[in-house]
């Protein structure tokens, strides 16, 4: 079987398409190359949509954690508390778990209990309460000089915002942003070992890693590919979000433009 | 008064049942978590000092080393590397322990999809009582979280190195200190406020991080949460209960949240002593505020 058929075979193992059953003997390094690759396809599914969907929650809370409303202001805190201070590896067994209680009240919530939405959910929770918490203290550091300079033009609520708030915003959070990001694809690689079930073992990348090696016995091939991987997606993010940086900070002098710093140090 | 639990009712059954042995080996498990978390972090500590020398020696090989071990742990998940590291190390040992136990043995050690060695380098041994598998596990899972977090630890220290004053090694060299005395005695005394901040999120990180100790097969507070947790029939258990294991999983949140929380306050109180008198902005704004 040549590598072409196998990337026929399971390409697109990871979402349903293809050979039903996993390899069980004969774990060339063809096999394990595009099995793995097919279960990134999850991680870039989790990441992305959580990614997207929980920017815009992370600057409502922000908002509303920088805002006058005591009780908005509560809220926002405890919701960043909450999901900052607890390990994301036991929020997912306790949404899992929580979804399948709720799934004997309702039928709505029964698709909530398999990964696709359940965990998706729980990120898309977790990454607004990282951002807001970044988005937060750009707030805070938004140059006094620029609101005054937007009252004094009579800029308010909505208009100041818009125009002034939230592009400095942006552009100040942004290189904390990417570093956000990049945790959040790593994360995902928690999913299918929290609870939530990979049905017909269709798994992300790190649970055909981990099947690799478990039936392989020799965890020196499928990790190091699964780490190639995981730096080529890594390598894909930055280089988005640096365009997104170079346009955030096209008006500023070469100098003060913000870079983007890696910094690798974070776990959920 | 619990040895007939079919006819209490109300918070005495829950007494009763919250202190059943199952309940105390959960218990317990807290106890795994905290004594991880207490070798763990001297350990990582260890290697993090070792990793940020090596990054910035004078020697080349030793650099290249402190600066790929920083490099290659940071890049990549860290649950790959969990996962990774306790099958690995666990073939390293046993392939170190074969070279030295049975250097005659002529059958290759990888054989397919078997790793073997010969009987007596096994690890644990076959006859091996159960504490000793338990563990030798815990032992790889505390080398394992040391390894990874010391890559992240090298990595604040290392900073820390540099952002100590350079007239201050100036001076040091001024004194006719030697770069090992300039060293142990100007820059490492210094260099502990400015990995303060960087040493604290890592703490946070790493109390994150224990709940992993379940992906290791430690048996740990999630795996009790799941097992307790789970629904009981009467046939198995005197005490029968649904499926719980959603309260316990809320329990083992509140346990995180009260934890992170706490260290939160305390690394306030060290922050706050440290910056006394130390000529950052810190420190200024408590000579202000004083």
Redesign the interface.
Known sequence: MSCWDIIQDYGLRSIGIGERLLPRDD?TVCKQVVLIGSGMLWNIYFGAIALVLGFFLAVATAVAKAGDNVILRKLANTFI??FR???????F??AY??F??LKGVSPFFSPFSSAWLGALVVLFLNTAAYSAEIFYGALRSIPKGDIEAADAYGMRGWTRFRRITFPTMLRLAWPAYTNEAIFLF??T??VF?SGFPAMRQNGDA?YY??YF?D??????VP?PI??GF??LL?LTVIGIFGLVNRRLNKHMPQESRQKIRLR????? | MCSDPDTLAGLSWLWCYLTTGKHMSMYWAFGTVLLLLAITAPMALLFGFGGASAARSKFAPARWFGKTYIAVV???????FF??FV??LD?LFEYLRHQVKCPDWDRPI?QG???LVCPQAKLPLNNAPQWVHESYGFMLAVLTFSIVFGA?AA??IYGAMRSVPRGQMETAEAYGMTPRQSFWRILVPQMWVYALP?LS??WM?L??????L??LGVEDI?YW??EL?GQKTPRFTDYPHG?W??WY??A??IF??CF??VSEIVFARISARLSHGQATAAGEAQRKAA
């Open positions: 774990f508390l909450f201070g607890s390990p994301l590896f036991i929020q067994f306790f778990f929580a399948l209680a790593h994360a690689t928690l070992f790190l890693a981990n090696a039936k392989t016995f020799n965890p020196f990790y699964l780490a995981f730096v890594t690798f140090n974070l776990i959920r | 940071r890049g990549v998940p860290d649950i790959a996962l990774f099958i690995a073939q990888r999809n078997d790793f992240f990595n604040v960087g999120n890592l990180v109390i994150k991080a224990t709940p992993l379940f992906l999630v949460a799941r947790g499926d294991r959603v999983f809320l083992l949140l995180y949240l992170t929380k």
